[in-house]
């Protein structure tokens, strides 16, 4: 049970705070965990960021369009104007939903891209030391040409290699000394192996551009290089040497200028690629907007139940009303008086058969003069038939040889 010094203390805590008062103040509470309002049955039909004017201007709208002509009208008709407006809200949430996905995406991929470059980077760049076991290599294989390959699939690859050449030129025009480490990069930027000086004939004239330049600055490097690759890699073999195989740098200048000249190659090619690749870019990065922008989610999928669901229900209101103004219609039309009946139509006379029609042979014979034939079987008490009966030794009156009526005059 509470002390009375407790229950002082709750009702001043009280006074100071216990929640909104005026009606303001409970409006806008009721919005505390208010997410799109889309589902909401009490939730007022106007958010804090909308305009109260643009949801009355669309309902008058919908009035004028429709002129209702009572009460009943007008609801349906306001019905309708807000389902439209609530449509309108869950479009603006699809595209606000899509657009914030599409950006995830897109920063997403940056991101990735960076990482990648950033750890391509390292490795390019990597020295294993002293041979001091031997696995001392790395854990990976040591190629500078694939790094560099992957490095230019990207932008941020060709940017990460521009700013490195581009801190070479600077070195090479500052005249200032070159570092063991800064040989090292050079190199590597090229995509090739230190070692490698003695066959390959460009990175051979570097070292031989950096003895010009300051004795021993290439040998004394290539030996170091000898030393610190590990046993394993395929760069090294106890039994190489250094060697000259392109001709010397006739001075000093001459040396710095032919390092200057290859690195501004570089920046120039990287340039150029650059600008393929940012084309590149653009499509990829559209075709990532495109991939981001459908949603498969289930607050997706009840979104699109909610505007199906909400769609129905305006054609519906919108039939209604469509049907209610019919009958409308029908119920003010006059009564037509119904009309007499016609008369029955007379029945159809059979169409009288020509003359020359016969329907039985008997007939046909009578008109063919063939009353003679027909008297003799009478008075012989033969009933005569359709087809007459000709005996074996009596001639047929029908034959052209006998000499009945269908015989020839001429014999």
């Not at 609530?86 to 920063?107: P, Q, S």
């Not at 581009?166 to 590597?188: A, P």
């Not at 990175?203 to 290439?218: M, Q, R, S």
């Not at 008086?337 to 046909?364: F, G, L, M, Q, W």
Request: proline share 7%.
């Amino acid at each position: 049970m509470a002390t009375d010094a407790q229950i002082q203390a709750n009702r001043a805590n009280a006074k100071k705070s216990c929640g909104p008062k005026s009606d303001d103040g409970k409006a806008r509470s009721r919005l505390n965990a208010l997410k799109h309002g889309l589902c909401a049955k009490t939730v007022n039909p106007i958010l804090p960021h909308e305009d109260p004017a643009e949801l009355e201007a669309k309902i008058q709208e919908w009035i004028d369009d429709y002129q209702p002509t009572n009460a009943v009208e007008r609801e349906l008709i306001t019905r309708a104007a807000r389902l439209s407006w609530t449509l309108d809200r869950a479009e603006r949430y699809e595209t606000a939903v899509l657009a914030r996905r599409v950006r995830k995406a897109m920063l997403r991929s940056k991101a990735k891209r960076t990482e990648k470059v950033c750890d391509l980077g390292r490795k390019l760049f990597y020295m294993a030391g002293k041979r001091l076991l031997p696995t001392s290599g790395p854990a990976w294989s040591d190629d500078p040409s694939a790094f560099v390959a992957r490095l230019e699939e990207s932008p941020e690859g060709v940017r990460w290699l521009l700013d490195r050449w581009v801190e070479m030129r600077c070195l090479i025009i500052s005249n200032e000394n070159w570092t063991f480490l800064d040989q090292f990069k050079f190199v590597r930027l090229l995509g090739k192996q230190p070692l490698a000086a003695i066959d390959d004939p460009e990175l051979n004239e570097i070292f031989l551009a950096w003895e010009t330049i300051e004795e021993v600055w290439g040998t004394r490097f290539w030996h170091q290089m000898q030393e610190l690759t590990p046993y394993e890699d395929p760069a090294f073999s106890a039994w190489r040497v250094w060697r000259e195989i392109v001709p010397r740098p006739e001075s000093p200048e001459a040396g710095v200028a032919f390092l200057r000249g290859i690195a501004e190659r570089e920046v120039e090619r990287l340039q150029d690629l650059l600008v393929d690749l940012e084309e590149i870019e653009g499509d990829d990065a559209l075709e990532l907007a495109e991939q981001a922008s459908f949603c498969t989610s289930d607050a997706a999928e009840r979104l699109r139940r909610f505007q199906t669901a909400r769609t129905r229900e305006l054609l519906r209101t919108i039939d209604l009303l469509a049907k209610l103004r019919k009958a409308e219609a029908q119920a003010s039309k006059p009564e037509k008086k119904a009309s007499k009946e016609p008369n029955p139509p007379a029945p159809r006379k059979p169409a009288a058969r020509p003359s020359s029609y016969r329907s039985d042979p008997i007939e046909t014979l009578v008109a063919e003069g063939m009353t003679d034939y027909l008297a003799k079987l009478l008075e012989a008490g033969e009933r005569p038939s359709r087809t007459p009966k000709i005996g074996a030794n009596e001639a047929n009156p029908l034959s052209p040889t006998s000499g009945g009526p269908g015989a020839r005059a001429g014999g």
